[in-house]
């Protein structure tokens, strides 16, 4: 099956710093990626959806400019939370969608645990 | 955002009995995913169905793809541990904002007594 990868698995920062995650698909090409943010015992929610060499599309009440992302290549994207509060804590997961791919079909990466203390 | 109504919310069962899940919405969708979600981890696909009345298989997992378009549920039969952690549908087809994008039941939450 297709592999995305998540780096890092979980990170601690302070107040008013920023955190860079990083969302890889190991063995196909992404045309799409997206990232979700998850609260404890809650569904997922989608902040934004990135397609390849131009800019992410935010989901509304999702900061632009708070959560910025890149998708630079085909293969990787990354979700940089700048200026993090401690309410920006919550559990942030990727998935991707690719060319080959069947028709709906995302895979997820292993998600990112973020605590600003 | 939109969600998908996915019941049960929860259940408690014995090892080795079979489960049902399912979900409806009020949209029509082309594609219908069913995920699991262990703590701390993302979500993993388990089963996609793409065509109004597929049955499809996946070990003792079984969905099918309703023949309106708008539900679809999920069977484990004879449960084992590992199968604790909770189970999500997600629908794609719909245009959403302009794009389309997977929308998500609320999740099953599975929980076995051995």
């Known amino acids: 099956g297709a592999v995305v990868s998540q780096h890092p698995s979980w990170v601690i920062c302070k107040s008013g710093t920023s955190v860079k995650i990083e969302c890889r698909s190991l063995?196909?090409?992404?045309?799409?990626m997206f990232w979700y943010r998850q609260f404890p015992k809650q569904s997922l929610m989608l902040m934004a959806t990135s397609n390849e060499g131009s800019k992410a599309t935010y989901e509304q009440g999702v900061e632009k400019d708070k959560f910025l992302i890149n998708h630079a290549s085909l293969t990787l994207s990354t979700l940089t939370v700048t200026s993090a509060h401690p309410e920006d804590s919550s559990f942030y997961i990727c998935s991707a969608r690719g060319r080959r791919l069947a028709g709906g079909e995302q895979y997820f990466g292993p998600g990112t645990r973020l605590t600003v203390t | 955002g939109q969600q998908l109504n996915q019941s049960p919310q929860s259940m408690f069962i014995q090892e080795g009995e079979d489960v049902s899940m399912n979900c409806t919405s009020s949209s029509i969708f082309n594609t219908w995913l069913w995920y699991k979600q262990d703590p701390g981890e993302g979500p993993v696909l388990l089963i996609a169905?793409?065509?109004?009345?597929e049955l499809t298989s996946n070990g003792r997992l079984t969905a099918q793809f309703g023949i309106t378009r708008k539900d679809s549920f999920l069977n484990i039969s004879a449960s084992i541990p590992s199968d604790v952690g909770i189970y999500f549908c997600?629908?794609?087809?719909?245009?959403?904002?302009?794009?389309?994008?997977?929308?998500f039941g609320q999740g099953t939450r599975l929980t076995i007594n051995p």
């Open positions: 063995d196909f090409q992404a045309t799409t």
């Open positions: 997600a629908g794609h087809g719909i245009f959403i904002q302009g794009a389309q994008k997977l929308v």
């Open positions: 169905l793409y065509k109004a009345g």
